[in-house]
């Protein structure tokens, strides 16, 4: 019996270390040039300067990206879902293709970001920035706009079903008061 209570002991204890390592092994971003592919899930990189950086394929579901600088990063196919982009930079940033389902982008600035085939569903972008953006066939099912500033933006052919557009800004000067997508055109 007491042989089994310690291989008992060791099996939690190396199964403690390797949950530990997994969730934490990868969080070093100290080279912003080598975190292509990268799985970065549930990292705290509040306020991280990732200005240019490449991190294309990374997984950065559940991650926290509050006030990150992510201006010119390369985002292609990179997974965000779930993740708390509140208050970042994103300005110029390729986010082409990316999973950004369930997102956290209040307050984002999102000016000039590629986000052609991005999956935005159920994404929390109240009082986001995407004026201009050419935002054709994204998916933005059950997304929260309110407040968003759309003024510009090319939605043509994007998936708006069930999205919240109350006090979002599409034209210069006029607001959505309505939950509705054809009385803000």
Known sequence: MKIFKIYSLIIVFFFSLSVFNIAHADCNISNKSALKGKNLTGCDLQNANLRGAFLERANLSE???E????????????????????GANLRYASLREAKLIGARLIRTYLKGADLRGANLSEADLRGASLSGNDLRLVDLRGADLRGANLEGADLRGANLEYANVAGARWISGRECAKNSISWCY
Request: no cysteine; net charge negative.
């Open 67 to 86: 006030g990150a600088d992510l201006e010119r990063a390369i985002l292609v196919s990179v997974n965000l879902k779930g993740a708390n982009l509140e």
């Open 63 to 65: 991650a926290n990206l």
